[in-house]
């Protein structure tokens, strides 16, 4: 069996992190977490990930700026979800326009995060 694909979950609450890690693990991935942008860098420079989570509202660097500095990096560019409690169309438009690959509205479904994964990671049809 291959390895555990590597997922960075990045939000400043450590409830929504421990949620997402629990359906994230229970469907078979392996998965790192990061409080906000910065630290989500941080862990970004130091280990390669299949995908990442990103909350949007955080502090010290939002979830547009991580995505926005990560997609100005060389080196592969990896699928990006972003979610949040923000649901207007302006709101997608933006994680869109910072580099997301979709978007979820929270709280998420754990069904839905993992089919959506699934289907980004090229696992699921």
Do not use: W
């Amino acid at each position: 069996m291959n390895a555990a694909k590597h997922i960075l979950v990045v939000d400043d609450a450590a409830t929504v992190r421990m949620y997402h890690r629990t359906i994230l693990e229970e469907a078979g991935y392996a998965v790192t977490e990061a409080a906000n942008g910065v630290e989500a860098l941080e862990k970004a420079a130091g280990a390669a990930f299949d995908l990442y989570l990103v909350d949007v509202n955080m502090p010290h660097m939002d979830g547009y700026g991580f995505l926005r500095a990560l997609r100005g990096q060389d080196g592969p560019q990896v699928p990006a979800i972003m979610a949040s409690t923000e649901a207007a169309d302006s709101d997608c438009r933006r994680a869109f326009e910072a580099g997301a690959n979709h978007y979820l509205v929270k709280p998420t479904r754990p069904q839905q995060l993992a089919r959506i994964v699934g289907l980004l990671l090229g696992e699921r049809a």
